[in-house]
């Protein structure tokens, strides 16, 4: 069964910290992995998206990483802001038409 | 500016009645998504759409129906045998099926009276 789960569950900071989020997945044979952010009552928008052959990616103060030998990535946000707020969601597409799977997502709490 | 669009942003629902939730994209693409959203757990496929005229059904489609009459279009409703339908209501759509990014809409809060 595919399968992505994501930690920690949340995550509290202080402003202008750097954190990392983790995803591990189980999702066969892979496509791609993508991060999201989703904002309180809002739809998820994307970050990154990363394919097989990809170990890094950034947009901005967002970096993600990607090991496909041992199915792992992390999201590492640097130098924090309060509109870093929100919940950040790990999806896994396999080589298949469709479908996606969801991490559940962890909650990003920036604190001044 | 091009988007997704979900409508309306608030609903509620009385017992024993059917509501439909709007969708629609003006991004040219051809494949649509319905997600529900419960707190603090992942989105879940409800229904999806490849093509005009055909959808499939996602991992929880009991209690609700769709229809693709347009490619603009993917309108959802949630009929009265879901018998939980409090949750937040994605909408999402992508250029073809082939797993590229998901575009989504701001989503509907559904709540029962």
């Known amino acids: 069964k595919n399968q992505v789960e994501q930690s920690p569950q949340s995550l509290i900071i202080l402003e202008g910290k750097n954190c990392t989020l983790q995803?591990?997945?189980?999702?066969?044979?892979?496509?791609?992995l993508r991060w999201y952010k989703q904002d309180t009552g809002r739809g998820p928008v994307s970050l990154t998206i990363?394919?097989?052959?990809?170990n890094t990616k950034s947009n901005g103060r967002y970096t993600a990483t990607l090991d496909a030998d041992t199915k792992q990535s992390s999201l590492h946000i640097t130098a924090s802001q309060l509109s870093d707020s929100a919940s950040y969601i790990c999806v896994v597409s396999a080589r298949s038409a469709g479908k996606s799977t969801f991490g559940d997502g962890t909650t990003l709490t920036v604190k001044p | 500016d091009g988007g997704i669009t979900q409508s309306p942003k608030y609903l509620f629902r009385k017992e024993g009645q059917n509501v439909t939730l709007s969708c629609e994209q003006n991004?040219?693409?051809?494949?649509m998504y319905w997600y529900r959203q419960d707190p603090g757990q992942g989105l879940r496929l409800i229904y999806y759409?490849?093509?005009?005229?055909?959808?499939q059904k996602g991992d929880i489609a009991e209690g609700y129906s769709v229809s693709r009459e347009k490619k603009e279009s993917f309108p959802l409703t949630v009929t009265s045998a879901q018998k939980n339908p409090t949750a937040f209501y994605l909408c999402?759509?992508?250029?073809?099926?082939?797993?590229?990014?998901?575009?989504f809409g701001s989503g509907t809060q559904l709540s029962v009276l």
């Open positions: 990363m394919t097989f052959s990809e």
């Open positions: 995803c591990n997945y189980t999702v066969s044979p892979f496509s791609n």
């Open positions: 999402a759509s992508t250029s073809s099926s082939t797993n590229e990014k998901l575009f």
């Open positions: 759409s490849q093509i005009v005229n055909d959808f």
């Open positions: 991004l040219n693409h051809d494949a």
